[in-house]
């Protein structure tokens, strides 16, 4: 069952995915919030199944090079929902504070620019919470 706690924030980070039975395949983290994250890959994995997302230092900006323990929680079109092992890993909170400054830049630079976070949802990532 999802639980998503903690603010989704928009990303485009490349990751691997190592599901199970070593599956591994490339994928990218289209949004991500402290509990988990909405993933697109060619890897299809079922509801329940657990993964391996390895983050790799040069796509975070920070000092890090992680793989964090999460399990597929909803299927979509092009890839998946996971949810983090444990909540709020010390790496993805480096990671959402890095999106967060960045969000928060790209606001002040272009204030004309409405709230559109989640005005680009397709029928992979209907929304909701």
């Known amino acids: 069952m999802e639980h998503r706690f903690g603010e989704r924030l928009p990303a485009r980070l490349a990751v691997q995915v190592q599901g199970p039975r070593g599956l591994t395949a490339s994928g990218q983290i289209r949004d991500i919030s402290s509990s988990g994250a909405l993933l697109t890959s060619t890897l299809r994995l079922n509801v329940g199944s657990r993964v391996v997302v390895r983050f790799d230092a040069r796509e975070t900006d920070a000092d890090l090079q ?38 928060a830049a790209r606001r002040r630079a272009h204030p004309e620019v409405q709230e559109t976070r989640y005005a680009s949802r397709t029928a992979d990532d209907p929304g909701g919470p």
């Open 66 to 103: 992680m793989a964090v323990v999460a399990e597929v929680v909803r299927e979509a079109l092009s890839g998946f929902a996971i949810e983090w092992q444990e909540l709020s890993p010390p790496g993805i909170r480096a990671i959402l504070r890095q999106l967060a400054v960045r969000e």
